[in-house]
C-alpha cells in the first residue's frame, strides 16, 4: 500500500454506462493527478488538480470528467466511453510546489483498469 | 512540452549481472523521478532525485540536471527487478506536472 488507494481495481462498462473512478490519498498532498497508460504508449497526463482546483486539462475529451472536491480526495466521473478509452488509470499526489526544498516526487495508486466494450 | 528518451528500450540479463539505464531530458528539469511499474500495474517510487545522486540498496541513481540527464544503476539483478523502470521529469516553470518516458522493460532471467 503506497498511501494512494485507487478503486475499483478493476471495470469493465458498456459504452452507454456511466461509472467513477475513485481515488483517495492520506500523505498530507496538495495535488493529485490522474494520468492514462494505454499499451505501447508514454503515461499521458490527463488532470492535475492544486488545493482542489483544476490547474491543468490536457485536451481530454469532455466524456471524462474529473472532481476534487477536497485535497485527499479525486473522482472521474466516465460517460459514453469509447473501446479505445480501454487502460489503465492511475491516479498520483504529491506536495504543491513552493519553491522550498522538499520531496515533490509522485506517489502512484494501484490503478483501474478499465475495458470499455 | 519535454521530451525524455529512455535507453534502452528493452534489457534482458541474467541473475547478478549489472545494468545502467539512462534517461534523457530536451530541456532543463527541476524534478526528477524513477520508477518500477511491477507485472501487476503499481507504480512504485525509486527515487526523487532532482540532481546528485542517492543509493538504496542494490539501486543507486545520478542526475546531472546541466546535462539534462539521469542513470539507474542495478547492481546484483534479481528476478524480482524485472518490469518497466520509467523516469519522469518536470520542467522550470511548472515543477508539479510530470513527462514520462516510454520506459526500460526489464527481464531478469534466473
Known amino acids: 500500500e503506497t498511501g494512494v488507494t485507487q478503486t475499483p481495481r478493476h471495470l469493465v462498462m458498456g459504452m452507454t454506462n456511466k461509472k467513477s473512478l475513485k481515488c483517495e490519498q492520506h500523505l498530507g498532498h496538495n495535488a493529485m493527478y490522474w494520468y492514462k497508460q494505454s499499451a505501447k504508449k508514454p503515461l499521458e497526463l490527463m488532470f492535475v488538480?492544486?488545493?482542489?482546483?483544476?490547474?491543468e486539462n490536457n485536451s481530454v475529451p469532455s466524456r471524462f470528467s474529473p472532481e476534487c472536491p477536497n485535497s485527499s480526495h479525486l473522482f472521474l466521473h466516465l460517460h459514453t466511453l469509447q473501446p479505445e478509452d480501454s487502460a489503465l488509470y492511475l491516479c498520483?499526489?504529491?506536495?504543491?510546489?513552493?519553491?522550498?526544498?522538499?520531496?515533490?516526487?509522485?506517489?502512484f495508486g494501484s490503478g483501474t483498469r478499465l475495458t470499455v466494450v | 512540452g519535454i521530451q525524455v528518451e529512455q535507453s534502452p528500450p528493452d534489457l534482458i540479463l541474467q541473475e547478478g549481472a549489472n545494468s545502467t539505464l539512462r534517461c534523457n531530458f530536451s530541456?532543463?528539469?527541476?524534478?526528477l523521478q524513477w520508477f518500477h511499474q511491477n507485472p501487476w500495474g503499481q507504480l512504485i517510487n525509486l527515487f526523487y532525485?532532482?540532481?546528485g545522486t542517492k543509493q538504496n540498496g542494490r539501486l543507486s541513481a545520478t542526475t546531472v540536471a546541466t546535462e539534462r540527464y539521469s542513470l539507474l544503476y542495478i547492481s546484483s539483478s534479481q528476478t524480482t527487478d524485472s518490469g518497466v523502470y520509467f523516469c519522469?521529469?518536470?520542467?522550470?516553470?511548472?515543477?508539479?506536472?510530470?513527462?514520462f518516458g516510454s520506459g526500460t522493460k526489464l527481464n531478469v532471467k534466473p
Open positions: 519522469a521529469g518536470g520542467g522550470l516553470y511548472n515543477f508539479n506536472k510530470f513527462y
Open positions: 488538480y492544486n488545493f482542489k482546483e483544476q490547474t
Open positions: 530541456d532543463s528539469v527541476n524534478n
Open positions: 498520483a499526489s504529491s506536495l504543491h510546489w513552493t519553491g522550498e526544498i522538499r520531496n515533490y516526487g509522485y506517489t
Open positions: 532525485i532532482p540532481s
